[in-house]
């Protein structure tokens, strides 16, 4: 299994490019994730999708979207990227929502100028 | 409104003494607790967990943590580090809400000396 996976591994956009964010597992997990990584800040839900069709909004969805067309890929979309947007994101997935952990891909590295 | 707490943004030690991170939660329904570790340059890994029943759990790499209902601490302790220890480690709530919310705090960067 190649567990989570994620591309780019790093990004430079210019304020108002816009983008797409990949992430794909092989796990057949229901669950799916995407968090921004801040310094001093932990990580922060952006979106989740708990099967393919549902998403749902996080605690920092704005200028973000998603879709989970297949249980195996969920992508994010930067709308008009904006130098707030500069984080690593990480997407998760998990067997199912609350009880079991998150297994974390290896981040993708976005700078906005 | 829910929160998580790591109380110490950054914890030195030097290798082979015991290392305490601590973690503190809000909420005002049932919790499920984790702790993370983040080594440089990569995702997340899951190092134990805590569901239900014994409030000691055992993790990975040696490390142990202890719920506290009346505190709502969930503290991370292992006897003895290595320098391969060092890393940044995060306390992470999910909420027994029957929705998927999880809350992570703001991470613990533990730097192990030789």
């Known amino acids: 299994n190649a567990g989570v996976t994620q591309t780019p591994k790093f990004q430079v956009l210019k304020t108002g490019q816009s983008m797409t964010l990949q992430c794909a597992q092989d796990?057949?997990?229901?669950?799916m994730s995407w968090y921004r990584q801040d310094p001093g800040m932990g990580l922060r839900l952006i979106h989740y999708?708990?099967?393919?069709?549902?998403?749902d909004q996080g605690e920092v969805p704005n200028g973000y979207n998603v879709s989970r067309s297949t249980t195996e890929d969920f992508p994010l979309r930067l709308l008009s990227a904006a130098p707030s947007q500069t984080s690593v994101y990480f997407c998760?997935?998990?067997?199912?929502?609350?009880?079991?952990?998150?297994?974390f891909g290896p981040g993708t590295r976005l700078t906005v100028t | 409104a829910q929160s998580v707490t790591q109380l110490d943004s950054q914890v030195p030690v030097f290798e082979e003494a015991p290392v305490e991170l601590r973690c503190n939660y809000s909420s005002s329904v049932s919790v499920y607790l984790f702790w993370y570790v983040q080594y440089p340059n990569q995702g997340l890994q899951l190092l134990l967990k805590y569901l239900s029943g014994s409030t000691l759990v055992k993790g990975i790499n040696g490390f142990e943590a202890e719920f506290n209902k009346s505190q709502t601490s969930f503290h991370l302790r292992k006897p003895s580090v290595h320098i391969s220890d060092t890393a940044e480690y995060f306390c992470?709530?999910?909420?027994?809400?029957?929705?998927?919310?999880?809350?992570f705090g703001a991470g613990t960067r533990l730097f192990v000396k030789a």
């Open positions: 999708s708990v099967g393919a069709g549902i998403t």
């Open positions: 796990m057949n997990h229901e669950y």
């Open positions: 998760a997935s998990s067997l199912s929502g609350w009880v079991n952990e998150q297994y």
């Open positions: 992470a709530v999910t909420l027994n809400t029957g929705g998927f919310k999880t809350i």
